[in-house]
């Protein structure tokens, strides 16, 4: 019996008789009743590698006149006008039927934004869903009036509209996204469609001669369930996580990417609401991790594959100049990480890969792009010892469902007041149970200082915004609060949007 | 033999328009408002219609009469609990009377014990006068395995809490509208009653 490795590398995965090997696991909706999907069925089955990678278009300005009311501003930052619309469309993901996705602007995932560091953009997002929403731009130094914390009295009403307004100005470019953030809801949002890539770009990043223009591409992975119709229908009573059976990237099921032998800069990021990657080549090869959810590193860390845990970003260089291009070549993306229920990850499983994009390395091509030995040298240092306080967060489960010190999330109960311009220590725990939480800070990128007593290393150690408390773990966070624009309430909370929606979520404010 | 022929065309009509009143809403949905039937039409078969009884020893079945085209607020209980309960359900006391005010008559509240075997319709009647309970709530016993199915449906079924057999938990719904959640049952009974007035669609957000 062949492995399903050799099979991909004779060429003939994907075969009928083999799709039981592909993405769906079927255990993972036996061992749940009333868990994900529950009840509603597993989705038809697909072959991998039919459609080419979708690339999200590039979202292009507007002119000011085009919003009336929008803001103007007279502090000589520049600016640029967005307008994106929050609607339902028609797309086709599986073969036959097309399915009802939610989008930004008709597309799922939502079109790019390329923002240059410290130039300010404005989005209008008008809400023609059938439900309100709020919008959140993942990883930005954002106002509390346009971060899109959760809170109720922020939602963009049906039909209503809503201007974000995106200073930029944090201390380096970064891969970020967006996404919605609806109390209780975010989960059935984000399910259905609700995100896109936020590329905030910088001159210190593009004097890196890294990878660029079309060899640089996003890879957003999130798993679905789709129903006999090829429809998204979302159990809102699991609330363990949700994990779908079959793996998308860039909404597309398992897709193949033709390209060069040369470097190329992925950005992957998790949009998926539960599961858990670890991410590695078939072949074995190592690849540069050079980035974090917020920036560059300092250097380069060489390794062979990543954990990405939901929301996490990791920017990678892959060198395809190993492999002799031909018809034949093909290289897999790959998912090894096993995961059956919403709670965690169940480990890795080398032997069992899941490939998420198979790369078809057919054309020669030139490559003057470069790796340098330093990346970002921009990033901000944040001195432990300058930290006023060390606030103590445990995240745990209880009756239930899941708090954050023993309390639910309240829109109006204030659990932290930070003062501007103070640094702080975090000090974030696990409280066990085997559940996994992979935690969020709004507003402010920060370095991991330690977990359980160890530094970091890799991309845990460059500008981060998630991490994941494993259970039992003891994580510190640093980080300043610096940006007189970005006063007033954030929220901080689990990622595993299941677990975010059930409000295990709290509130700081940032005072004066 | 006439009124046979005329009761016959009539089931012909009803069936059918049955029939085609449930192919409609299983077509795959081409805009919004038929996203919405269509995820309340994929509910529709997740919620189990098992036989409960209420304190008034009424029977009631499940989705179609205590969950369709209803706003419920569905809380689990046992009449014998003297850990949450003594606190929860006074909290939705208050949310019950602020719904009263904001949305009266809109609001069914189910209180659902866990423990069906102890807690027959009469011991659920005392608990409902203990708290002076009015109206538009039932609270709601059965067999034991009906009970915990819908447990397990709602997901709010939790294997892992033995000793606490119930969980602090809300489970907020719009039938209609295909719209449901969860929350802390012990939340601030404002924020309890705004969470539900949000499900209902009665949401005080303004444009900015």
């Not at chain 1, 080419?52 to 103007?72: H, Q, R, Y």
Request: glycine share 8%.
């Amino acid at each position: 019996m062949p492995t399903r490795r050799e099979l991909i590398k004779a060429g003939i995965y994907g075969s009928t008789a083999l799709l039981g090997l592909t993405g769906p696991r079927l255990d993972i909706w036996a061992l749940k009743d009333g868990g994900s999907n529950g009840g509603f069925g597993g989705s038809p089955r697909v072959a991998p590698f039919q459609v080419d990678l979708p690339i999200p278009t590039v979202k292009t300005p507007v002119p000011l006149a085009s919003l009336p009311g929008a803001p103007v501003f007279n502090d000589g930052q520049p600016t640029d006008y967005y307008s994106s619309t929050e609607q339902v469309a028609l797309q086709q993901i599986l073969p036959g039927q097309k399915t009802l996705v939610w989008t930004y602007d008709g597309t799922y995932p939502g079109p790019t934004y390329t923002p240059r560091l410290n130039r300010r953009i404005v989005i209008r997002q008008t809400n023609h869903l059938p439900a309100n929403t709020v919008v959140h731009q993942h990883g930005g130094h954002t106002q509390a009036a346009s971060d899109g914390s959760a809170f109720p009295d922020e939602e963009i009403p049906v039909g209503g509209f809503r201007d974000y307004i995106y200073d930029n100005d944090s201390d380096v470019g970064a891969f970020l996204w967006y996404h919605d953030h609806t109390l209780d809801f975010t989960g059935h949002n984000v399910f259905m469609g609700l995100s896109g890539l936020f590329l905030l770009g910088s001159d210190s990043i593009d004097a890196l001669n890294l990878p660029s223009g079309p060899f640089d591409i996003a890879l957003v992975f999130q798993d679905r369930t789709f129903d006999a119709n090829n429809q998204l229908v979302y159990n809102p009573f699991d609330h363990d996580g949700f994990l779908g059976d079959t793996f998308l990237v860039n909404g597309a099921v398992q897709p193949r990417l033709r390209v060069g032998n040369r470097k190329y800069k992925f950005r992957t990021l998790n949009g998926s609401n539960a599961r858990f990657y670890e991410i590695s080549l078939s072949s074995g090869r190592p690849f540069q991790i050079i980035g974090s959810d917020g920036g560059c590193l300092r250097a380069p860390f060489e390794t062979t594959s990543y954990r990405l845990a939901p929301a996490e970003r990791v920017e990678i260089v892959v060198d395809f100049s190993f492999y002799a291009p031909g018809p034949n070549t093909h290289v897999f993306l790959n998912n090894t990480m096993i995961q059956t229920s919403g709670r965690g990850p169940d480990g890795v499983d080398p032997t069992q890969p899941t490939p998420l994009v198979r790369f078809d390395v057919l054309d020669s091509v030139a490559d003057n792009s470069t790796v340098p030995a330093i990346l970002e040298t921009g990033l901000p240092t944040f001195n432990p010892a300058a930290s006023v306080i060390t606030r103590e967060f445990d995240f745990v489960r209880s009756q239930g469902a899941w708090q954050v010190n023993n309390r639910f999330f309240d829109p109006n109960r204030v659990d932290a007041k930070v003062k501007l311009n103070t640094t702080e220590i975090w000090k974030l725990k696990n409280g066990g149970g085997g559940w996994f939480h992979p935690i969020h800070i709004h507003r402010n990128e920060f370095y991991i200082l330690d977990r359980n007593g160890i530094p970091p290393v890799g991309p845990e150690a460059g500008l981060k915004d998630v991490f994941v408390l494993n259970p039992g773990d003891e994580v510190r966070v640093i980080t300043s609060y610096t940006g007189a624009k970005q006063l007033g309430k954030y929220v901080f909370h689990c990622h595993n949007i299941e677990h975010e929606d059930m409000r295990m979520m709290g509130r700081f404010d940032v005072v004066l | 033999m006439r009124s046979t022929v005329v009761l016959s065309v009539a089931t012909v009509v009803v069936l059918s328009a049955l029939v085609i009143r449930s192919e409609s809403a299983q077509r795959p949905p081409q805009d919004a408002a038929a996203y919405t039937a269509y995820q309340r039409n994929a509910l529709r078969s997740h919620f189990p219609d098992v036989t409960l009884l209420t304190q008034d020893s009424r029977k009631k079945r499940f989705y179609a009469d205590l969950i369709k085209d209803k706003i419920v607020v569905i809380q689990f209980m046992f009449a014998n609990c003297d850990n949450l309960c003594p606190r929860t359900t006074p909290n939705l006391e208050l949310v019950q009377r602020n719904l009263e005010k904001s949305a009266p008559g809109k609001v069914t509240f189910l209180s659902i014990t866990v423990d069906p075997e102890r807690d027959t319709p009469e011991a659920l009647k005392r608990y409902a006068a203990h708290f002076n309970i009015q109206r538009d709530w039932y609270f709601l016993t059965g067999r034991k395995e009906d009970v915990d199915l819908v447990r397990r449906k709602l997901g709010v079924y939790d294997p892992e809490d033995k000793k606490v057999e119930h969980m602090n938990v809300l489970t907020i719904g719009n039938e209609a509208q295909g719209r449901w959640l969860a929350m802390e049952a012990l939340a601030k009974p404002d924020d309890i009653t705004q969470t539900v007035l949000r499900v209902l669609g009665q949401t005080a957000t303004v444009q900015r």
